[in-house]
C-alpha cells in the first residue's frame, strides 16, 4: 500500500490490517488459499470511512481477525469507479440501501455474495458487530458453500438485470417540459431544492426547469431554480467567508451541511449559477457565488500546473466541521465590538450555536434588513461584513485545516474546466479563460498515453484507465473551451475523444456505452450505468457531447451513436425524470436542435467581442457559437459560404437546418435566438 499513490489508500498504510490494493497479487493470494475477499471502498473525505478506520482497522484485535480469516484489498471509489459501481449496487440488492465505508466479501474471483456499509466495533443501534460479522461471513464461506455459490448467481443475475432500460419508446413532444413538471411536483416551496432531508443539489434536475422556463415561459420554473440557488448561497452548505459548497445539507433548510468539499459539486453548481445569471439577466447573488466558488478552486484547488484537485475533508483533527465552525466570542474577539455585532447579526452568529454549541455561518438578512437593523447605510454595513468576512477568513487559515485529496482526475476535472469556460463566456472574463485552458492542457498532456486517456494523476504519475465519464465529460469540456477561446484545436481534442468512445465504449447492439472499454481487465460484470447521481451520467454526457460535436464538424456518425442512446433509453427517462435529468437534457437538444450561431469577424475586430459578450449573456440552452475569420478558410462546414457584410462583424443563426440572413446589429440578431413552444 505504501507505494500507491491514492491519498485513501495511503491514510489506511500503516493500519495493522494486510491492505492491498485492487491487484493480481491480492487476487491470486485468495485463489491459492482458498480465502474470501474483503473489500473495503470509500474516499478520503468521507466522514464514516474514518469513523470505522479508527474504531476497527485501526484496532489490533479485529485487525488480526481480518488477516487471518480473509485476504483485504482497500479500494478508491475515485480511483476505481468501476469496482465502485459494481459493488455498491449488488450490496443494494443485499441490504435495500448503499453508502460508504462500502463492505463487501468476494469469492477468490472476485464475486460478492454479502456486504453491508458501516459496521461498528460493537453491537450497536441494531447493527451488528463487525467481528460478528467477519466470524459468521467466513464461517459461511467454509461450511456453506452452497449458499455462498446461490448467493453469488442471484447477485450476477441482479448486476445483469439492475441495467437492463425499460424498452424503447417513441420521445414524448416537449419531454424536457413534462419531465420538469414532474419534477416540480416536489420541489420545496419553503426551503428550495427538491424533496426534504438529507438534501442534495440536483443541479441537474434544476438546469431542466430553465430548459421548460425557455421553452414555456412559465416562469414558475425559473423562480424555483432561483429561490434555490438563492436558499443555498444563504445556507450553511455554502461557506460563507471563503466561497464553495460542502456537499449535501443534512436538514431540509440547507443549514447544517456534511463538510467534504468535492469538485464537481463546484463545478456543477458554478453551471448552474451562471444559468441562473443568464436567465435572469445578471442576478448579483448567482455572480457572487461563481466568482467566490472559482476564487475558492484557484485558491485552494488547483495545481501549480493547472489541474484541480479532488476533494477537502469534511473532519480536522478527527471533528467533522471544526475548521468551519466559530464561536460568538471568537468572531467578537476577531473583530471588536461594533463590526463583531454587525457581522455575528448577518451570519446568524449565537452564544448558543446552531451546531454542537458553535455555529455554522449562513445568512437569515440581506444587507438591506441589516442595514435597517443598524440604522446604517447599506453602503456601510456591506462593508463592514466584507471586512469582517476577509478578517475572519485570514483567521481560520491559521487554523489546522482540512486534508486535502490532492489527486488529480479526468473527468471531475473535465467538469471543472467546463465550468471556468462558461464563466469565461457569461462574465467576460479572460482570466477564466485562462485558467480553463491551462487545465485542459494538464489533462491532455498529463492524463494521456499514445492517444488514450488515463484516470488518475497525483504525484508525477499518471495511471489507470480512463472511464466513460473520463472520455464523455472531457469532450464537452473541450468544446466549452473552443466557445470560450475560438481555438479549433479544441474541436479536433473533442472529435479525438468521441472516436474513442464510439470504437472502445459503445454498445453497438443496443445502443449507448458502457462505462469501461472493451480492452479493460475483466471483471464480474460491465456496467452500463445510465442514471444521474452526483454528477451526470457517462451515457448522458456522451449523448450531450456527440450531438454537441455533431452540428460543429457534420460527421454523421456521431449523430447516430447519439441517437442509438437517446433510443436505448428512451423508455428509460420517460419513467424516471429524476433519474435521467441530463438524458432528457440532451434529448431536448436533439428535438428542438440547436441555435448555430456564426459569427464572421477578423479576430482584431472590436466589434466581434462585443457581440461575443451578448450573446454569451443570453440564456439560450444548447446554443453552438463558431467564430469564423472571413480571411481564412472555413473551420467548419457550418461557416462555409458566410460571408461579411460590408467588412462589418455579421452574425448568421442557423436552426434546423434552416439559416437567417446576416445581420450586423443586436436588435437583428435577439429574435433569431428565442424559441416557445406552441
Known amino acids: 500500500m505504501s507505494r500507491e499513490t491514492s491519498p485513501y489508500l495511503l491514510q489506511h498504510a500503516q493500519n495493522p490490517v494486510d491492505w492491498y490494493p485492487w491487484g493480481p497479487e491480492a487476487l491470486e493470494r485468495a485463489r491459492l488459499e482458498d480465502k474470501p475477499i474483503l473489500i473495503s471502498i470509500g474516499y478520503s473525505s468521507c466522514h464514516w470511512c474514518h469513523v470505522m478506520a479508527h474504531e476497527s482497522f485501526e484496532n489490533e484485535r479485529i485487525a488480526a481477525l481480518m488477516n487471518e480469516l480473509f485476504v483485504c484489498i482497500k479500494v478508491d471509489r475515485e480511483e476505481r469507479p468501476d469496482l465502485d459501481h459494481i459493488y455498491m449496487t449488488a450490496v443494494q440488492m443485499l441490504s435495500g440501501h448503499g453508502g460508504w465505508p462500502l463492505t463487501m466479501f468476494l469469492t477468490p474471483t472476485g464475486e460478492p455474495f454479502f456486504g453491508g456499509t458501516y459496521f461498528p466495533p460493537v453491537d450497536r443501534h441494531g447493527m451488528p458487530a463487525f467481528p460478528r460479522v467477519l466470524q459468521g461471513v467466513a464461517q459461511a464461506y467454509r461450511e456453506k458453500r452452497d449458499q455462498v455459490r446461490d448467493s453469488v448467481a442471484q447477485l450476477r443475475t441482479g448486476l445483469a438485470r439492475s441495467e437492463e432500460p425499460p424498452a424503447e419508446a417513441a420521445l414524448a413532444p416537449e419531454l424536457a417540459v413534462t419531465a420538469a413538471r414532474a419534477l416540480a411536483r416536489h420541489y420545496d416551496a419553503d426551503h428550495g431544492g427538491i424533496g426534504g432531508a438529507p438534501k442534495f443539489p440536483n443541479t441537474m434536475a434544476f438546469s431542466l426547469f430553465l430548459r421548460a422556463w425557455r421553452a414555456t415561459g412559465e416562469d414558475r420554473f425559473r423562480q424555483m431554480t432561483v429561490d434555490t440557488l438563492h436558499y443555498m448561497a444563504a445556507g450553511g452548505i455554502y461557506d460563507q467567508l471563503g466561497g464553495g459548497f460542502h456537499r449535501y445539507s443534512v436538514d431540509a433548510r440547507w443549514l447544517v451541511p456534511h463538510f467534504e468539499k468535492m469538485l464537481y459539486d463546484n463545478a456543477l453548481l458554478v453551471r448552474l449559477a451562471l444559468e441562473v445569471q443568464q436567465a435572469t439577466g445578471g442576478d448579483a447573488e448567482a455572480r457572487r457565488v461563481v466568482e467566490e466558488t472559482l476564487a475558492y478552486v484557484t485558491r485552494e484547488m488547483t495545481h501549480s500546473d493547472g489541474g484541480f484537485y479532488a476533494a477537502q475533508d469534511a473532519d480536522t483533527e478527527g471533528v467533522e466541521g471544526k475548521y468551519f465552525v466559530w464561536t460568538r466570542d471568537e468572531v467578537m474577539a476577531a473583530l471588536g465590538s461594533d463590526a463583531g455585532e454587525v457581522v455575528c447579526r448577518f451570519y446568524d452568529v449565537t452564544d448558543e450555536g446552531n451546531f454542537e454549541g458553535k455555529n455554522i455561518l449562513h445568512r437569515t438578512v440581506d444587507l438591506p434588513q441589516l442595514a435597517r437593523l443598524f440604522t446604517r447605510p447599506v453602503e456601510e454595513v456591506a462593508a463592514v461584513v466584507e471586512d469582517g468576512r476577509r478578517r475572519l477568513l485570514d483567521l481560520r487559515a491559521q ?82 473551451v473552443y466557445e470560450a477561446s475560438f481555438d479549433p484545436a479544441h474541436v479536433a481534442q473533442a472529435r479525438e475523444l468521441a472516436d474513442a468512445l464510439l470504437a472502445r465504449f459503445e454498445d453497438r447492439e443496443r445502443g449507448g456505452f458502457f462505462f469501461t472499454s472493451a480492452d479493460h481487465e475483466e471483471l464480474v460484470h460491465r456496467p452500463k450505468p445510465s442514471f444521474d447521481g452526483s454528477i451526470p451520467s457517462g451515457n448522458a454526457a456522451a449523448a450531450m457531447g456527440l450531438l ?131
Not at 456564426?598 to 467581442?609: G, I, K, L, S
Not at 449573456?617 to 472571413?630: F, N, Q, S, T
Request: proline share 7%; with cysteine; hydrophobic share 45%.
Open 399 to 480: 487554523r489546522v485545516p482540512p486534508g486535502r485529496d490532492d489527486k488529480i482526475l479526468t473527468s471531475w476535472n473535465a467538469l471543472m474546466i467546463g465550468a471556468f469556460a462558461e464563466a469565461a463566456k457569461v462574465l467576460d472574463r479572460d482570466d477564466y479563460r485562462i485558467v480553463a485552458e491551462r487545465a485542459l492542457a494538464f489533462v491532455w498532456n498529463r492524463l494521456r498515453h499514445d492517444g488514450r486517456l488515463l484516470r488518475t494523476f497525483k504525484g508525477g504519475e499518471s495511471k489507470l484507465d480512463a472511464y466513460l465519464d473520463d472520455y464523455a465529460f472531457l469532450l464537452n469540456a473541450a468544446l466549452d
Open 548 to 678: 454537441r460535436l455533431y452540428h460543429f464538424v457534420g460527421d454523421p456518425r456521431f449523430l447516430e451513436a447519439a441517437e442509438r442512446t437517446l433510443r436505448c433509453f428512451s423508455g428509460a427517462m420517460q419513467a424516471n425524470p429524476f433519474g435521467f435529468a441530463h438524458m432528457i437534457a440532451a434529448a431536448d437538444l436533439y428535438q428542438r436542435k440547436p441555435r448555430e450561431v456564426v459569427v464572421v469577424a477578423r479576430p482584431d475586430d472590436p466589434q466581434r467581442r462585443v457581440l461575443f459578450t451578448r450573446l454569451h449573456r443570453e440564456y439560450v440552452p444548447d446554443k453552438i457559437v463558431v467564430a469564423a475569420d472571413p480571411t481564412a478558410p472555413p473551420s467548419f462546414p457550418i461557416v462555409e459560404g458566410k460571408m461579411q457584410i460590408d467588412g462589418r462583424a455579421t452574425v448568421y443563426v442557423c436552426h434546423s437546418y434552416t439559416c437567417s440572413p446576416p445581420a450586423t446589429t443586436w436588435d437583428e440578431i435577439a429574435p433569431l435566438l428565442v424559441t416557445r413552444a406552441r
